[in-house]
């Protein structure tokens, strides 16, 4: 047969055993083009994760020139350090904290938006904020945290809510002038010098309060200041003692002088206090039906407290709690949108059947969608676990400069003592490789799990 076919076309045909030869040459290839295509992204990988994680493991057993050899002895450091153990504890309290709380808030607002008429629109205005940057997020939160209620939004609205329930003293800054009758005790009152009686009248100047400042209800002290007391009354005025324009004597109700209204006066004696009473408009004040004997005239500390100034958010005790709420309401929407995605595939049927059962809202939720969005909440945990592990941006941008060590976690810690003045490499690069070990594990779980879901 073969050799009709070759006088018939001139050349030999195809021999039976040489049929596979070129598929075997296009799998011999096919290993060899898959590397060609991969060898791009692997390059990449090593050049900007696996070379920088080996370079720093070497980079941890030398000291902070990086010329001398000294074993473990920058991990023994990491543990000695007060500021680095800060760091461990604080991003401790961010592990257990910030993920739990995102995954709860994102299941109940999951559920919730579901029964919302304008869910898509509620979960884009929840979503938005994972579209600004970190540092833009910590210079919000830095102007909202701001102690001063005329900066920061926080305190402006505590202050309110305070001043509402409690009030304020309209004369933090007033004070007695030395000599004019009235002593400073040690809680921040004034008293009169020396021991008055029913029958007298007295006048109690204070200095220190703009007229600007004065309330709206202030009237000339003059007139009060004249009036006489009765038999067994004690009569007094209290007053701004300054002339607008200047002119007066110290010491006496000049009849441009102004009232101080609404303040407190007590009468003690024998350091009880027998009575007390506001002032009028015009400042003046009267006690009646006092025995006879000597007393003295308080006017109370409560009258020259500062105002209240609201909630120090980024002081030592709070500054923590306070960058975590900033990054609550940065990943919320993240974590109700990705419990969400998972309620979206739960079964109606169990769902419809659980209520036609009896089962109310609370029963449904509790025994049947929590237990059905195990693995979708297990996966939201251990990202945001991954996640704040790392968290570097808020905590450097919020917290300042005097309590940065107190809200230092390990990623700020092993910056600041890599390039934020410690200048210490060696270091530096333990605490980055004690912050890829913690890491490391979350991540091979949620690979793990990934795996286990796609079977």
């Known amino acids: 047969m073969t050799s009709t076919l070759v006088k018939e076309t001139g050349r030999p045909g195809p021999s039976p055993a040489a049929g596979p030869a070129p598929v075997r040459r296009t799998r011999r290839r096919g290993p060899a083009v898959a590397l060609l295509f991969v060898l791009p992204a692997l390059l990449l990988l090593g050049a900007l994760v696996v070379y920088p994680v080996l370079f ?13 050899f000294v074993g473990g002895e920058n991990y023994a450091e990491m543990f000695r ?3 680095t153990l800060t760091a461990v504890r604080n991003t401790a309290i961010w592990v257990v904290v910030a993920p739990t709380l995102l995954t709860g808030l994102g299941l109940i607002l999951a559920v919730l938006v579901e029964k919302v008429r304008w869910a898509t629109a509620f ?22 945290y701001d102690e001063d209620p005329d900066k920061g939004v926080l305190n402006a609205a505590v202050v309110s809510v305070h001043d509402a329930f409690k009030g304020t003293s309209s004369y933090p800054t007033a004070r007695a002038r030395d000599g004019q ?13 020396t021991g008055v009686s029913p029958g007298d009248t007295v006048a109690l100047g204070l200095v220190g309060v703009q007229p600007n400042d004065l309330p709206g209800a202030a009237e000339p002290a003059y007139a009060a200041a004249g009036r006489k007391a ?9 007053y701004l003692d300054f002339t607008p324009g200047g002119g007066g004597k110290q010491g006496e109700v000049d009849r441009r002088e102004s009232g101080l209204p609404e303040m407190k006066v007590e009468v003690v004696r024998d350091g009880r206090t027998v009575a ?9 004040f009267r006690f009646g039906g006092l025995d006879a004997g000597s007393y003295a005239v308080r006017l109370p500390a409560s009258n020259f407290a500062p105002p209240y100034e609201g909630v120090s958010w980024l002081g030592p005790t709070l500054v923590t709690p306070a960058i975590i709420g900033a990054y609550l309401w940065i990943w919320t929407g993240f974590a109700m949108v990705l419990i969400g995605a998972g309620l979206s595939t739960l079964p109606r049927d169990a769902l419809e059947a659980a209520r ?3 089962a109310n809202e609370w029963q449904i939720f509790r025994r049947i969608t929590v237990p059905l969005l195990a693995p979708v909440l297990t996966v939201v945990f251990v990202t945001l676990v991954i996640n704040v592990m790392k968290v570097f941006d808020l ?18 810690q092993m910056w600041l003592v890599s390039f934020g003045g410690g200048n210490n490499q060696g270091l530096g690069s333990a605490l980055g490789v004690l912050l890829l070990l913690l890491v490391v594990p979350a991540m091979v779980f949620n690979v793990r799990r990934f795996r286990r879901s796609q079977r």
């Open 81 to 83: 350090d007060p500021a």
């Open 181 to 193: 009758g009235l002593t400073k005790a040690a809680d921040g009152s004034y008293r009169t010098s």
């Open 230 to 238: 009765a038999s067994g009354e004690l009569r007094g005025v209290v």
């Open 56 to 68: 720093s493991i070497g980079r941890s057993f030398f000291d902070a020139s990086g010329t001398r």
């Open 356 to 358: 036609m059962d009896g």
């Open 395 to 412: 905590v450097y941008i919020i917290a300042p400069g005097p309590v940065q060590e107190d809200a230092t976690v390990l990623a700020t």
């Open 123 to 144: 979960k884009l205005l929840l979503f938005m904020p994972m579209a600004v940057s970190f540092l833009a997020a910590g210079i919000i939160f830095r102007l909202a």
């Open 276 to 284: 007390t009473t506001t002032t009028a408009s015009d400042g003046s």
